[in-house]
């Protein structure tokens, strides 16, 4: 069965420090990969969006960066933090167009 | 625009009772249709889907979902709702991208 996992679980990091995230997919070949944050109150805003390796579709111009250099790893980074990207970030892999499954998700804290 | 509405950001209920959440959205075509159920602190779950065919659909824990395509909706359904079921959920609608509604926080008292 497929499985996907995302770390560290939660991340508390000072304004201008870096940011790397991870989510790895097991189970399935050549998913689609995407990123999403979810901010207090707020429904799920897609960042990135991703069908191969290397390909990584930007959905909201940010201070985020996307990558893909693996089948089944997806990292989200960013050089230096802001305040406001503070949130819950999830992880989901789909096949296709067919339904996307989440991962448990990262709480990042920016003070 | 695509854009999916949640119009009940809370609701309130007694176990055992009935509930109804309330989807609605506004997309160029007939999209895939989703509802998912969060925890505080967790990922999404997915409760049930549509995709065509019969527009009844059951999903987990008891759950149901009609696609009304003359309203452009896809109302989340429960006959008897069990204090387990506290959690927030989540309409979405698309296909490869999905767009989210804001969500409903289901309280459940007992």
């Known amino acids: 069965s497929q499985t996907i996992h995302q770390w560290p679980a939660t991340l508390v990091q000072p304004v201008g420090s870096p940011l790397s995230l991870e989510c790895t997919v097991e189970g399935t070949s050549n998913p689609n990969l995407y990123w999403y944050r979810q901010a207090a109150g707020r429904g799920l805003q897609l960042l990135f969006y991703s069908v191969g390796i290397g390909q990584i579709s930007s959905e909201v111009p940010q201070n985020l960066s996307a990558s893909r250099p693996q089948d089944r790893q997806f990292i989200l980074s960013s050089k230096k933090l802001l305040l406001s990207d503070s949130g819950f970030y999830l992880c989901?892999?789909?096949?296709?167009?067919?339904?996307?499954?989440f991962g448990p998700g990262t709480r990042l804290l920016v003070l | 625009a695509q854009s999916v509405t949640q119009p009940d950001i809370h609701i309130t209920v007694s176990e055992g009772a009935s509930l109804e959440l309330r989807c609605n959205y506004s997309?160029?075509?007939?999209?895939?249709l989703f509802w998912y159920v969060q925890s505080p602190g967790q990922g999404l779950q997915l409760l049930l889907k549509y995709f065509s065919g019969d527009t009844l659909v059951q999903g987990i824990k008891g759950f149901e979902a009609e696609f009304k395509r003359s309203q452009s909706s896809f109302n989340l359904r429960k006959p008897s709702v069990h204090w387990s079921d506290a959690a927030e959920y989540f309409c979405?609608?698309?296909?490869?991208?999905?767009?989210f509604g804001t969500g409903t926080r289901l309280q459940v008292f007992p």
């Open positions: 979405a609608v698309g296909t490869d991208k999905l767009i």
């Open positions: 997309y160029g075509a007939t999209p895939y």
């Open positions: 989901a892999w789909s096949v296709g167009q067919e339904t996307q499954y």
